[in-house]
């Protein structure tokens, strides 16, 4: 199946149960846990594709910079979720600048959620290390269109990067209210 390939490129595309490839890479994709995959994933890629006019594809990364690697069981599980919906890409690109490298010029797909996580300093080891990483999206081509989320209050959220400089501002793509609302959550549903 797929894991072989992947185990040799670390990057696979897995189109159905039987097709694997790893070319082209697409020019959108919304990264993600999909634990379990749902209908606020595939509704925000479908908005997002009509709003850039071209196919979204999904990408699992088996790396996440906030949680264990995953074993391959437990990949080919989330994976094989996608089996008639679109195709996946799976990768070890736990950062967004690692995931630009991958998919040059591509528009990353993601909820408000994962766009805060994104421009957390933390995460770089400060805001020298944020913006350097941003830059470095920006140089490879790619934006993040980010649609809202509900919040830890229970307020729906849509992008505002005013805290950022404005070098970034082109950066992001942000997806109104009226553009995308779906009120669901992957841990959630885990928990139910």
């Known amino acids: 199946m797929f894991w072989d390939l992947f185990t040799s490129r670390s990057i696979v595309c897995v189109e159905s149960a039987s097709a694997v490839c790893a070319e082209p890479r697409p020019l959108a994709i919304m990264p993600g846990s999909f634990n379990p995959l749902h209908h606020g994933h595939t509704g925000l890629a479908t908005v997002a594709a009509r709003r850039l006019g071209i196919e979204v594809h999904f990408e699992l990364s088996i790396t996440n910079a906030d949680k264990p690697e995953l074993p391959r069981e437990e990949v080919e599980r989330r994976v094989s979720q996608f089996a008639g919906v679109a195709p996946v890409w799976v990768t070890r690109a736990a950062a967004f600048e690692k995931k630009a490298d991958l998919f040059p ?13 994104v421009v957390d300093p933390k995460y770089y080891g400060g805001e020298h290390g944020r913006d350097a990483a941003l830059r470095k999206l920006q140089a490879r081509g790619c934006r993040l269109v980010v649609g809202g989320r509900v919040d830890a209050t229970g307020t729906f959220r849509v992008w505002d990067d005013g805290f950022l400089l404005a070098e970034f501002a082109d950066l992001f793509v942000p997806l109104t209210e009226t553009d995308f609302r779906a009120d669901v959550s992957s841990t959630e549903l885990r928990g139910k």
């Open 105 to 117: 010029g591509a528009a990353f797909v993601l909820g408000w959620d994962t766009a805060v996580r």
